[in-house]
Nanobody, 126 residues
Framework: QVQLVESGGGLVQAGGSLRLSCAASEHTVSFYTMGWFRQSPGKEREFVAACTWSGDTYYTESVKGRFTISRDKAKNMVYLQMLSLKPEDTGVYYC????????????????????WGQGTQVTVSS
């Protein structure tokens, strides 16, 4: 079972930036769609961004133009660059791997991902 480990979270003022990293324990980012999700207190886990196995990227509307998902296939890493952060971006951010290789159907559904990291806290103060 692949292991995913996130890092890079922290406390930042509104307008600031953070870069989240996700390290996978095995070669996976080349063959699987990888996603970032976040969860705020009292809310359900929500989709943030995805990078498909073929390199296509997708974002939830609220982060378009501010967040960028990328991957390093050689290092087996996935990143989430976050700019112009807002207080509503606060939450625990999770890296996840899609359940099946070479598939991207409904990349925004958390239930279709079968491997998750432990999460990293992002707090944006106003």
């Amino acid at each position: 079972q692949v292991q995913l480990v996130e890092s890079g979270g922290g406390l930042v003022q509104a307008g600031g930036s953070l870069r989240l990293s996700c390290a996978a324990s095995e070669h996976t980012v080349s063959f699987y769609t990888m996603g970032w999700f976040r969860q705020s207190p009292g809310k359900e886990r929500e989709f943030v961004a995805a990078c498909t196995w073929s390199g296509d990227t997708y974002y939830t509307e609220s982060v378009k133009g501010r967040f960028t998902i990328s991957r390093d296939k050689a290092k087996n890493m996935v990143y989430l660059q976050m700019l112009s952060l807002k207080p509503e971006d606060t939450g625990v951010y999770y890296c996840a791997r899609y359940a099946r290789a070479y598939e991207t159907t409904a990349y925004d559904l958390a239930s279709l991902y079968d491997a998750w990291g432990q999460g990293t806290q992002v707090t944006v103060s106003s």
